[in-house]
């Protein structure tokens, strides 16, 4: 079994912060991709960030400049760093993350349960 736990979210005034976290356990032999979706209500999800499992991040244009993703991968957890925060920011934000389960496994798809941010005065 693999869990994805997300934490960190929570009501903040427009221009503020927040870093959310998100940690992977479980049967994990090899990371690889570790992402940053959110979704606001009434709307698909759509992606904000992933970093590579060379450091490398990739932002969506909505979020470049404001948001910061980062991993720690001794401790199998992904970051993001979000600063000058807009109402428009507001929605649920998932983390994904491709692994291998074991050596010889496909890489595979995992989401976590979602953490709730709300940008409002």
């Known amino acids: 079994q693999v869990q994805l736990v997300e934490s960190g979210g929570g009501l903040v005034q427009p221009g503020g912060s927040l870093r959310l976290s998100c940690v992977a356990s479980g049967s994990i032999f090899r990371i690889n991709a570790m992402a940053w979706y959110r979704q606001a209500p009434g709307k698909q999800r759509e992606f904000v960030a992933v970093i590579s499992n060379s450091g490398t991040p990739h932002y969506s244009d909505s979020t470049k400049g404001r948001f910061t993703i980062s991993r720690d991968s001794a401790k199998n957890t992904v970051y993001l760093q979000m600063d000058s925060l807009k109402p428009e920011d507001t929605g649920v934000y998932y983390c994904?993350?491709?692994?291998?389960?074991?050596?010889?496994?496909?890489?595979?798809?995992?989401w976590g349960q979602g953490t709730q941010v709300t940008v409002s005065s």
């Open positions: 994904n993350v491709a692994l291998q389960r074991t050596p010889d496994s496909d890489y595979e798809n995992f």
